[in-house]
């Protein structure tokens, strides 16, 4: 089983500011990956898919990078509403498809 | 509207059973693989099962399999869960949720539904 493991686990930071956020995977998933965005009470929201493409109606401030094994989001000035919780996600070696812990972003 | 609708979730003592239904809207459901996953209160996702889109292939995490069952009707646009052996550890928000792409398996899912609670409790 493929464990993506997300950092850091919290981030404390201001509007406007830039977010970074990391996930590492425990072997290679090539690019079969993608980041959602949560908040509470809703279902989550799928923002970059196969790595480092933007879903539909999804910003341009939300970027995705990376191949193998390690993987960012990147939230180039955040906004009042990107304040959530973040997770990876892997396809590319499953079963089982695997998510990280996730990352909560939080206004500092 | 583009949406998924669960249903069936609720209260359930430890060994029953529930069967969960996801109803899907204004897309082409037949063309596209669908999962289950689901969220203990307070706690991380977890994905549970996933079926192609002709219904001819199924996926379960080890935590559920035995136990659940997914499959699908395409002439209904809706998508089951049914769920035996419950236990307390089982206890989350399901969600279902469509692959991104079609005729095929994809990297994540676009497109969620609002989710079903199942409690398991004595």
């Known amino acids: 089983e493929i464990v993506l493991t997300q950092s850091p686990a919290t981030l404390s930071l201001s509007p406007g500011e830039r977010a970074t956020l990391s996930c590492r995977a425990s072997?290679?998933?090539?690019?079969?990956l993608v980041w959602y965005q949560q908040k509470p009470g809703q279902a989550p929201r799928l923002l970059i898919y196969?790595?480092?493409n933007r879903a539909t109606g999804i910003p341009a401030r939300f970027s995705g990078s990376g191949s193998g094994t390690d993987f960012t989001l990147t939230i180039s000035s955040l906004e009042p509403e990107d304040f959530a919780i973040y997770y990876c996600?892997?396809?590319?070696?499953?079963?089982?498809?695997?998510f990280g812990g996730g990352t909560k972003v939080e206004i500092k | 509207e583009v949406q998924l609708l669960e249903s069936g979730g609720g209260w359930v003592q430890p060994g029953g059973s529930l069967r969960l239904s996801c109803t899907a809207s204004?897309?082409?459901?037949?063309?596209?693989?669908m999962n289950w996953v689901r969220q203990a209160p307070g706690k991380g996702l977890e994905w549970v099962s996933s079926?192609?889109?002709?219904?001819?292939?199924?996926y379960y995490a080890d935590s559920v399999k035995g136990r659940f069952t997914i499959s699908r009707d395409n002439s209904k646009n809706t998508l089951y869960l049914q769920m035996n052996s419950l236990r307390a550890d089982d206890t989350a928000v399901y969600f279902c949720a469509k692959d991104w792409g079609t005729r095929g398996w994809y990297s994540g899912f676009d497109l969620w539904g609002q989710g079903t609670l199942v409690t398991v409790s004595s």
């Open positions: 996600q892997q396809r590319g070696n499953w079963p089982p498809l695997t």
């Open positions: 196969d790595a480092s």
């Open positions: 204004q897309f082409t459901f037949s063309s596209y693989a």
């Open positions: 072997q290679s998933v090539s690019s079969y």
């Open positions: 079926i192609s889109d002709n219904g001819d292939n199924t």
